[in-house]
């Protein structure tokens, strides 16, 4: 007949190993809520939909002086040639953030907590 013997510090390893696996099987079984950042619109197959933040920072050298840094993401996009393209842009933080298409006449501004822009 053939017993098992566990040590104290086996049987607390053995239990902790268990909980991190049923917490990493709970974590990859729960529901996603990922958000896409270019998406196709579901009314409208030819429209591109591309989801954009905008942030401020800002910091001081150690010399006092205030510099400032605007981001927004993604910080480049390429579309599709011609198709129709919807963007959404929602400010960050920042009061409000100019800003302009190149090679186009898009221009507008984004303001904090706001703002969707569609083309």
């Known amino acids: 007949m053939k017993f098992f013997v566990f040590k104290k510090g086996s049987l607390i390893l053995f239990i902790m190993g268990f909980i991190a696996l049923s917490l990493g099987a709970f974590w990859m ?59 959404r842009i929602y400010g960050v933080n ?11 006449d898009v221009r507008g501004t984004v303001k904090k907590g706001k703002s969707r822009f569609s083309m």
């Open 94 to 104: 920042g009061r409000a953030h100019p800003f302009y298409i190149e090679g186009t």
């Open 29 to 87: 079984l729960m529901p996603k809520e990922s958000y896409p950042t270019v998406t196709m619109s579901g009314d409208n197959p030819n429209v591109q939909v591309i989801e954009m933040v905008t942030g401020e920072f800002s910091s001081e050298t150690e010399s006092g002086e205030k510099i400032e840094s605007y981001r927004w993401d993604p910080g480049t996009i390429v579309v599709e040639k011609g198709k129709e393209v919807q963007f």
